[in-house]
């Protein structure tokens, strides 16, 4: 166990919809990273933050934002949702600026749109 | 632009046939390469973080190995239960901040 949970397990949404999906950190670690993988790929990083800032992003849209808060905990948060949307998205936590810094990943939510 | 490359996409092994899974990489900054287990439905657990060339991490049957351009995998002698995808990762400072790049992963499927 890596000590970082998401929820929930899974969400079944409707195109056009909104999705929230939550993450709580492993203890001691101010850095969150979240992914999305789809079937049969690797993950691709959508944005880390740092401190309750974002301070990095990946090749994903503006409908895909976060929020990270005091005690660690953050959000995934996606607008307009489409068919393409559908993944496992992960998150993961760990200590910034740790040179060759480890990240451990959570469970990840399966997110499906119809 | 910074690509992870693993081959090969399958691998099927019997029980105890050693083998090794192939990760390239280019990318600039590399500040170290990791390698993932992924179970079904589940998220990656990690296994090795290797930094510079000629390093080796070793952790019961598997050996993970790293030179300038590729880093393998070694499995020796494997068994059921090493039966997953393996993802190897490169991370790479961009714009001030350390990004993890994963290649597609090695589907690995150990038989009795």
């Known amino acids: 166990e890596t000590g970082v949970t998401q929820s929930p397990t899974h969400l079944i949404k409707t195109r056009g919809q909104q999705v929230t999906l939550r993450c709580s950190s492993q203890s001691g670690h101010n850095t969150v990273s979240w992914y999305q993988q789809a079937l049969g790929q690797g993950p691709q990083f959508i944005f880390q933050y740092y401190r309750e800032e974002e301070n990095g992003r990946g090749n994903f849209p503006p409908r895909f934002s976060g929020l990270q808060f005091p005690n660690y905990s953050s959000e995934l948060n996606v607008n307009a949702l489409e068919l393409d949307d559908s993944a496992l998205y992960l998150c993961a936590s760990s200590t910034f600026g740790q040179v060759g810094y480890e990240q451990y990943f959570g469970p990840g939510t399966r997110l499906t749109v119809t | 632009e910074d690509q992870v490359t693993q081959s090969p996409e399958a691998l099927r092994l019997q029980e105890g046939e050693s083998s090794s899974l192939n990760c390239s990489y280019t990318?600039?900054?590399?500040?170290?390469l990791f390698w993932y287990r992924q179970d079904p439905g589940k998220g990656p657990e990690f296994l090795f973080t290797l930094y510079s060339a000629g390093e080796e991490k070793e952790k019961e049957r598997l050996k993970a190995t790293l030179t300038k351009k590729e880093s393998f995998l070694h499995i020796t002698a494997p068994k059921p239960e090493d039966s997953a995808t393996y993802l190897c990762?490169?991370?790479?400072?961009?714009?001030?901040?350390?990004?993890?790049?994963f290649g597609a992963g090695t589907r690995l499927a150990v038989h009795p």
């Open positions: 990318v600039s900054g590399l500040r170290g």
């Open positions: 990762a490169v991370q790479a400072l961009s714009g001030g901040y350390n990004k993890l790049i």
